[in-house]
């Protein structure tokens, strides 16, 4: 059957792509402007990105060839008929681990490359003896910056993230953080140097040792003067590889078993040695940090407990409203496992004069942050698909009404990977009704919760090993074992 | 109408109870069952009193038997409205398929047998040992040992329909008191064999000995009353440590847990597999044997297989023939035995369907249909998931040497399955160290002894009696007394 084409209108397609390129410019970095697009002209934008992104990438991401291929999908006419080319976050992780044990970095080098549009077959990695040797030589030869990141399951995922990635990343936060939605942008907001205050790494190839040296260049403007972190080396990836098999390996009652290389367990001493003055040494840089940048604008990336401790004692000597009013103060959650405090959010608010502390979601695998809003609904970046998938099916779930599923996301802005995303998260979105706090983006509801967690049923017995049974096990049977 | 509820019914030491029934399950999508309020009939559950162990020792052990005997045929699903009901239900419930269920059904009445079961306890207890004292001359003493029965608890697995008639076998053989907290995926088998055992002898001190309750493990109101030493001696725990951690709270002196705890099987096969299609058919189908039936869901089931057939990109190529060889052995299993699973974990779909877009280091055969898959990998590694394998999905790993696969074999490994003979000796005793607990001709890990063998290397059957000492000293052992008590070597 013939069809006759609709005439052919770019509006859109010229849209998207300047979406995809710098959101933030296009929009002036206007923070309430960004969050309160009407949800039509922004899902027609997200589609035409998809389709646009999908004709470019396809012939650059390996792997994502091959996902097309095998699902037969060169062009989608729904937001929901991307589901199928989303990446399970597993795709990161999925080189043999021998190759790290044996360091074979070529052979990853050839794996990664089939995960980013950029070239890495002229990067020589033959003198490459560790991960951290391995990705510095990416990062200094090529325009990646690789986000590395250890599981509890003891292996090491890899996300070959470009340094426009982290920029633009960067740039989302300060955005999204230094400007009260619903106003214009304030002086200073946009183009003023903000002290960054990172109790953390100076560098390193996870999102932890990365973050302080990005948010120099974004709320620093790259001014040295402005750039406060609290340790004066590099986050190793091989160290933080090693802590997670150790780990593993502990929880399965061997650690025997793990193999590790010489070089490496040479420096387990040095990193068992800054482990353990850490909560101590962060503390102190954050009572610095107090006394030195008194009544001036600061952006502090840290945990909730961390920042906590300081205000209280801070309280407790009779100090407050340390630093300027219009400072930005993003905490974790905290640990699993360490319950904040009651008072936390008050304690901290009083003491560091800040309107209210912001938490944030996000990963190494997306470049956008949604942050929490005042009704605590995480916001999602209009340049940021989100989608809910069916726990068993893995089927995107109506985009209508209040639905939990597996978060997925397709983010536009990636530069370097695909960016459609399967993550291990639970998520609620009420996909219908508009958050109270006057964003128009779509809002994930704050309990957020992993999905392994939630799995698993009530009481059902099966002599087949799980390694939560082992694990449990383990705690368990060596408990009372004597 | 509303549509008959399913019943985990309660049977008290030859009561049946079907009252206060409150509702369970129902996570996850799984049906809801309704099972009388344990809270209500928590004083029922346990054995009053030790004393009451003794008609169990009315019976001769043949009278053990005759009863077992009669029990079996009266399971037959043709006669039995009981079996009928729980088998419909049991549909939903167990983690495999209609066929295999119903196979298990069908088989579950030859257990009964009586020269098997005979042979069961010889082997793993000895009769002579159930039916008074084994007795020898040591030291001065006539030294005599006796396995009686204990006051037990079962938490039972719901892999099979089979585990519940296994545990009602295993009580009665050793005249032990049993209490059989039954599982969420088999909450109906076991209460339809003691109601069938109820309508043949109400009264008979076997029936008397059995209790068997549906509760939420870890309902700690409720375990906390029963797991009592005066209550129970013995708690014998099937893997799943959602219970079992709640049970090991409460073990204390006088309570003894026997954990039957989670393990997992391999493959070890040697080049030879790959020498010629023929060895490649053969060996396929000993692997898929040895994998397959019962879908997977089998502590003994295969889930890693080994070829050291070395990583060349020549061995790769054959192993991947060799893959091809099990899918199809698989694939052409009978549906009694194994089917395509009842619902393939997601999860795991999702990192199947990953593994597929790294073809440089992976071969994923079938998997698309959900019917179960073959991961074969490239190089010495198994899938980074494979703590998660089931369903019918194996990853085959090329290595260059045994001590490669040693490494893998673990406190946690049941079944090592080996093929060809050669490998035998050598495998079996470096695997032993190991901590592998079985080892098996590849393709017979299913079709061997079977659970009436020794199980592992943990074997409940010894554990689930108390061995008792009795010494009588002979005519001319010294006393402790008078003047020659100095004399006497107190030695340990």
Redo the contacts between chains.
């Keep these: 059957m013939a069809t006759t084409a609709p005439p052919k209108d770019n509006t859109v397609e010229r849209e998207a792509e300047r979406w995809m390129n710098d959101p933030y410019e296009h929009f002036g970095y206007h923070n309430t402007r960004i969050h309160s697009l009407p949800r039509e002209e922004v899902e027609a934008v997200q589609l035409a990105a998809m389709n646009l992104r999908l004709k470019e990438r396809r012939g650059e991401v390996q792997?994502l060839a091959?996902?097309a291929d095998?699902q037969g999908i060169d062009e989608v006419s729904s937001l929901e008929g991307l589901a199928p080319l989303l990446?399970?976050h597993?795709?990161y992780?999925?080189?043999?681990?021998?190759?790290l044990a044996k360091q074979q970095f070529g052979k990853l080098n050839?794996?990664l490359g089939?995960l980013t549009r950029h070239d890495l077959s002229g990067v020589d990695v033959s003198q490459c003896d560790s991960i951290d040797s391995w990705l510095t030589k990416i990062r200094d030869e090529t325009l990646l910056d690789v986000g590395a990141s250890s599981g509890s399951?003891g292996?090491c995922s890899f996300y070959p993230k470009s340094k426009r990635d982290y920029r633009l990343s960067m740039m989302g936060m300060r955005v999204q953080l230094a400007q009260k939605f619903g106003e214009d942008p304030q002086p200073g907001d946009i183009d003023g140097k903000i002290h960054a205050i990172i109790p953390l790494y100076k560098d390193g190839h996870a999102s932890m040792g990365a973050f302080g040296k990005y948010s120099c260049e974004i709320f620093a403007k790259g001014d040295p003067d402005f750039w406060h972190y609290c340790f004066d080396f590099k986050l190793s990836s091989d160290l933080m590889w090693l802590a997670a098999r150790l780990r593993a390996a502990a929880a399965?009652?061997?650690v025997s078993?793990v193999d590790v290389p010489a070089t490496l367990l040479a420096r387990r001493a040095e990193w068992e040695q800054q482990q353990a003055n850490m909560p101590a040494q962060q503390l102190a840089f954050v009572n610095e940090m107090i006394g030195k940048l008194q009544g001036q604008r600061v952006f502090v990336m840290s945990t909730s407990n961390l920042l906590y401790a300081a205000a209280k004692r801070g309280l407790e000597e009779g100090l407050s409203g340390v630093f300027a009013p219009d400072s930005v103060f993003m905490g974790g959650g905290g640990a699993k496992g360490v319950p904040l405090p009651d008072d936390l959010e008050e304690v901290i608010e009083r003491f560091f004069n800040t309107k209210r502390m912001i938490s944030s979601y996000g990963m190494t695998e997306m470049n956008s942050f949604s942050v929490l809003c005042e009704h605590d609904r995480y916001h999602v970046l209009p340049w940021v698909t989100p989608y809910l998938l069916d726990?068993?099916?893995?089927q995107p779930l109506p985009r209508s009404g209040q639905q939990t599923g597996r978060a997925a996301f397709f983010d536009m802005t990636a530069e370097s990977c695909w960016g459609g995303l399967?993550t291990g998260d639970l998520v609620t979105i009420d996909w219908d009704h508009p958050c109270e706090c006057g964003r128009t983006s779509y809002a994930m509801e704050k309990k957020i919760n992993r999905?392994?967690e939630i799995?698993?049923?009530?009481?059902?017995?099966?002599?087949?090993?799980?390694?939560?049974?082992?694990a449990?096990?383990m705690?368990?049977?060596t408990?009372?074992g004597g | 109408m509303m549509a008959k509820r399913p019943i985990s019914y309660a049977v008290l030491r030859g009561e049946v109870v079907e009252t206060d029934l409150i509702e369970?399950?129902g996570?996850?999508?799984?049906i809801t069952f309704l099972a009388p309020d344990p809270h209500k009939i928590a004083d029922r559950i346990p054995l009053a009193s030790p004393r009451l162990m003794e008609d169990m020792y009315s019976i001769p052990f043949d009278g053990i038997l005759d009863y077992l005997a009669e029990l079996g045929p009266r399971l037959e699903l043709s006669r039995n409205p009981y079996m009928q009901e729980a088998l419909e239900y049991s549909y939903d419930t167990a983690?495999s398929t209609k066929p295999i269920v119903d196979a298990f059904y069908h088989d579950l009445p030859f257990m009964f047998d009586k020269e098997r079961i005979r042979k069961m306890v010889d082997f793993n207890i000895g009769i002579d040992h159930l039916e008074g004292w084994v007795e020898q001359q040591l030291n001065g003493c006539t030294v005599g040992i006796r396995a009686y029965g204990s006051r037990q608890l079962h938490?039972?697995?719901?892999?099979g329909p089979v585990l519940g008639a296994l545990t009602v076998i295993r009580g009665a053989v050793t005249r032990g008191d049993m209490i059989v907290k039954v599982?969420?995926?088999d909450p109906f088998t076991t209460g339809a064999i003691a109601r069938t055992m109820v309508d043949m002898a109400p009264d008979h001190p076997i029936t008397k000995h059995l209790a068997v309750a549906y509760w939420?493990?870890?309902d700690e109101a409720l375990e906390s009353r029963i797991y009592q030493p005066h209550n129970i001696e013995k708690i014998c725990a099937?893997?799943?440590?959602?219970?079992?951690?709640h049970v090991?709270k409460y073990?204390q002196p006088g309570i003894e847990l026997i954990?039957?705890?989670?393990?997992?099987s391999a493959s070890i096969i040697g080049k030879e597999a790959l020498e010629s299609p023929e060895t490649m058919a053969e060996v396929g189908a000993r692997i898929a044997a040895d994998f397959a039936p019962g879908n997977?869901?089998?502590?003994s089931?295969s889930r890693l297989v080994y070829v050291m057939c070395g990583t060349e990109d020549e061995d790769i190529e054959k192993l991947k023939q060799l893959g091809q060889a099990t899918y199809d052995a698989m694939m052409s299993l009978p549906e009694v035995i194994s089917t395509k699973p009842k619902?393939y974990d997601?999860?795991l779909?999702?990192?199947v369907?990953?593994?597929?877009?790294?073809?440089?280091?992976y071969t994923v055969i079938g998997g698309k249909d959900g019917e179960g898959a073959i991961l074969i990998?490239?190089?010495?590694?198994r899938v980074?998931?494979w703590?998660?394998l089931?369903d019918r999905t194996i990853n085959i790993i090329p290595v260059d040497t045994l001590d490669e696969v040693l490494?893998v074999v673990?406190?946690?490994t049941q079944t090592v399955g080996v093929w060809p003979d050669n490998l035998w000796d050598t495998v079996r005793h470096k695997g032993a160290l190991h901590g592998g607990q079985r080892f098996v001709e590849l393709g017979y890990g299913f079709n061997g002894a079977g659970l009436v063998g020794p199980q592992d290397g943990i074997e409940p059957m010894r554990r689930i009696v108390k061995w008792i000492v009795s010494e009588k000293p002979s005519a001319d052992k010294v006393p402790l007394w008078g003047d020659t008590a100095k004399d006497v070597k107190m030695l340990a």
């Design positions: 792997m091959k996902l095998a990446m399970p597993d795709i992780k999925s080189y043999p681990t021998s190759l050839g794996w089939k399951s292996t399965k009652g061997d078993k726990l068993d099916s893995g399967v999905v392994s799995q698993g049923g009530d009481d059902k017995i099966s002599c087949a090993a799980t390694p939560g049974a082992q449990e096990a705690e368990f049977l408990g009372f | 369970f399950g996570r996850g999508g799984d983690p938490i039972v697995a719901g892999n599982p969420s995926n939420r493990g870890g099937w893997g799943g440590f959602a219970s079992v951690k090991t073990i954990s039957l705890d989670p393990k997992r997977q869901v089998a502590c089931s619902r997601p999860d779909k999702r990192q369907d990953t593994l597929r877009l790294n073809d440089d280091f990998s490239h190089t010495s590694d980074e998931f703590e998660y089931g490494d673990d406190a946690y």
